[in-house]
C-alpha cells in the first residue's frame, strides 16, 4: 500500500481538527493553549504540513499523546534487567592442546 505523503498529511489534519471540534474548542485558543502560531495550527489541519514540535504541541493540548507513544514497540524487558542478566558462558569445541614445557 503506497500512500502520499500529503494523502497522509491531510488524514492527520482532519483527525486533529475533527478532535478541536469534538471538545469545542477554536483553532485561536487551541494555538494559543499550545503555543504554537494560528499559521502552524491552520497548515496542520489544513494538511499542508507542520513542525514535528507543532504537532506534538496539539497533540499533548488535546490529550492525544498516546498517538506517539503507540508508533514504537512495547518494551518486553527493561535496560537495567539486560545489563544484571548473565550472559551464558560458551565453551570452546575440540581438544586442547598441550604445550610443551621447556
Known sequence: MDIKIEELMKV???????????DNI???????????SMKALLNLENGRGATVVSLLR?????????WIESLGPKVSISPMQMLTRKKKRLRATGSRREVPHV
Open 26 to 36: 477554536t483553532q485561536a485558543v487551541l494555538a494559543a493553549q499550545s503555543g504554537v
Open 12 to 22: 492527520l489534519g482532519e483527525q486533529i481538527r475533527e478532535l478541536r471540534l469534538r
Open 58 to 66: 496539539v497533540l499533548r493540548t488535546l490529550g492525544r499523546t498516546e
